[in-house]
């Protein structure tokens, strides 16, 4: 049951990320660079891990599923 839970969460984060644009796409099309293109990335990605730690909790995932949930989305979002 878990392992369902997972592939579902899986493939919603996948689907998510995909219709934005992820923080590297964007700096680079706001032409950041240096310390502005650092500081852009690591707001993007604590702003992407509050995102998707708010669809693990709106999904009820909990444990190793709402962990490697959270990981993939942030990593697909950044």
Known sequence: MRTII???ALT???T???AQATCNAEAKTKNLNGAAKTSFLKKCETDAKASCDKKA???KLSGAAKTSF???CVK???
């Open 6 to 8: 997972l592939a579902l």
């Open 12 to 14: 919603f984060a996948a």
């Open 16 to 18: 998510a990320a995909n």
């Open 57 to 59: 909790v709106d999904q």
């Open 70 to 72: 959270t990981n993939k």
């Open 76 to 78: 697909d979002s950044v």
